[in-house]
């Protein structure tokens, strides 16, 4: 297959990435453990840890994990927290004791958190006090059997840890009760942890890194088995393909506002920088845009990871002004387009050019990103090292030069599969290790990449992939209701918002109650904005609803 996109490549850059210096992530951080123990690691509210420090904290709850609860190799652990420090401690734990990490959005209903943990097997979760009586509400439906609560003061400076929880709790009422029967608190099993010794536990490339969650346009939300090789490789890919973006800097300095819990940061941010010594500067709550504005600029800052709306919406703050833009480096902004006027007015504003980057969570996801020299044109780039691309027609088959089909990559990041899904993972796996990503583009003379559309009936809301099924499926549970459909519809804001096509048999149902109901049962981004209430739905001769002829 002839590779285009090599004649594209910066002089220089290999057409194959270096085999990575570590065979786990495992590997990858407790070599910076040892590498840049006096680095800062990460920072969040005022306190930073040290690679030191990550180092003791995280051998501290590995050993409770593995001497305390005596979690055996492979098994699964959840992870429900924000950027706060608490998850690289357990991140890092959760791996030296040779468990499997199960990322999970600290914004779940009880709906979505049951199904990832029950689908997972997990047996432990971590989990932000603010968000357990949602986990109160479905744990006997579960396999888990520990829990481990934390609250977002709980590793910060005294006496700021206890003012930050009392806020929360008392001030704010921000952490409704709950009640969760032999659960620890995180800094209760740090200390159960201490002065207890790890047993050594083998892992390696072929070990399950992650289950990284993601749904499909069957709406099943599916567990992708992220090796520790898929991930370490696409670190070493990231940085052959940054070459010398930061000759000159040591430590790099990365502003990390995109939630560690989503594939783009966890690599990105998380993996990537702490390989290089590098601190990440946690943004808990970005939405609050004045105080991310106001904290960011504290930082000479030498990366910047973000999604469309972040970049405009950051633009529209009064403190962002104050931001000293002159130590950036490497922008990318990833999760869904970046719109040109946005880019063009970042590149005014702060001088630097925003990268697109494409990938999936199934390729861990880097796959294809824009040179880092080159300005914003709406490609989104080139293949990386050891990243194969080509596009296919419907009977599967290669294109010429320009023919638009589905974009399939192969490389060493891309997944083992779905977790305990063979017919899923079928669908999607082409002989020779090619993955189907479902979105249709095409290929220049020259390498570059362009999307033209993407899964035929996803939803893309501020970057988060939105499953028509799914809210179809929560929205038709309602009595007075007969069918729905859902689709998306272009939003300045957020890229685009969902709509649903219902079609009633109690006319007393409203659009409101629709809403309340979707409230209940669908995280914030996933709700329908717009209600449009029909008759009947288009369909097929065999009565599958024609959500494109409603998109028409």
């Keep these: 297959m002839e590779k285009a996109w090599l004649k594209s490549y910066p002089e220089g850059m290999p057409a194959e990435a270096p085999a990575p210096p570590f065979r786990s992530v495992r590997e990858l951080f407790e070599q910076s453990f040892s590498e840049y123990p006096d680095n800062a690691a990460y920072t969040n509210m005022g306190r930073t840890l040290s690679y030191a420090d990550l180092d003791q904290l995280s051998m501290q709850f590995a050993c409770y994990l593995q001497q305390t609860l005596g979690l055996m190799r492979g098994e699964r652990v959840a992870i429900m927290l924000p950027n706060i420090l608490q998850y690289p401690v357990a991140m890092c734990g959760i791996f030296r004791a040779g468990l499997v990490v199960v990322n999970v959005n600290p914004l779940y209903t009880g709906r979505e958190l049951q199904h990832q943990l029950k689908d997972s097997g997990a047996r432990c979760i971590i989990i932000l006090e603010n968000f357990a009586h949602i986990l109160e509400e479905v744990i006997a439906e579960t396999d888990v059997d520990f829990v481990v609560t934390t609250g977002v003061g709980d590793l910060l400076q005294w006496p700021k840890s206890m003012v930050t929880n009392f806020v929360l709790r008392h001030v704010k009422k921000a952490v409704p009760k709950f009640s969760l029967a ?7 099993a740090l200390r159960a942890g201490t002065n207890k010794t790890l047993q050594p536990v083998d ?6 890194a992650y ?16 090796s520790h090789r898929n991930m370490v490789y696409n670190v070493q890919q990231t940085i052959t393909w940054q070459n010398n973006a930061y000759e000159g800097v040591h430590p790099v300095i990365a502003i990390t506002a995109l939630p560690l819990y989503h594939i783009f940061s966890l690599q990105g941010n998380c993996l990537t920088v702490m390989s290089q010594g590098g601190l990440n500067v946690l943004i808990t709550n970005p939405r609050d845009f004045e105080g991310f504005a106001k904290e960011i600029a504290k930082y000479e800052f030498n990366m910047f990871t973000g999604v469309n709306t972040m970049f405009a919406s950051l633009m529209n703050t009064p403190s962002f002004k104050d ?3 002159s130590h950036l480096r490497v922008c990318i902004g ?31 996801p880097a796959a294809i990103v824009c040179r880092l020299d080159e300005e914003f044109t709406g490609t989104i780039g080139l293949p990386i090292p050891s990243t194969d691309v080509m596009i296919t027609g419907e009977d599967g088959n290669p294109l010429p030069t320009g023919g638009i089909g589905e974009i399939c990559i192969k490389g060493p990041q891309v997944m083992e599969g779905y977790w305990q899904r063979p017919a899923e993972t079928a669908e999607v796996m082409l002989p020779g290790g090619w993955l189907r990503t479902g979105d249709v583009g095409r290929m220049d003379d020259d390498g ?9 009936d996803m939803i893309l809301v501020s970057g988060f992939n939105v499953y028509p099924n799914e809210v179809e499926n929560v929205v038709v549970e309602m009595d007075g209701i007969l069918e729905a459909a859902a689709i998306g519809v272009p939003n300045d804001r957020s890229g685009e918002i969902v709509k649903v096509f219902a079609v009633r048999t109690d006319e007393s149902v409203t659009e409101q109650d629709i809403k309340e109901y979707c409230r209940k049962h669908l995280t914030g981004y996933k709700r329908p ?9 288009p369909k097929s001769n065999v009565g599958k609803i024609l959500r494109r002829a409603l998109r028409d």
């Design 182 to 188: 032999n659960s620890v608190r995180f800094n209760k």
């Design 448 to 456: 570059y990449m362009f999307i033209e559309d993407r899964k035929k």
């Design 323 to 325: 931001i000293d833009f």
């Design 203 to 208: 892992i390696g490339y072929a070990d399950i």
């Design 529 to 537: 904005r717009i209600i449009e209430f029909r008759d009947d739905l």
């Design 334 to 364: 990833g999760g869904m387009a970046v719109q040109p006027a946005v880019a063009k007015d970042w590149k005014k504003a702060t001088g630097s050019t925003i990268l697109q980057g494409y990938g999936l969570t199934e390729t861990s």
């Design 211 to 226: 289950l990284q969650y993601t749904g499909g346009t069957t709406g099943v939300s599916k567990g992708a088995m992220l």
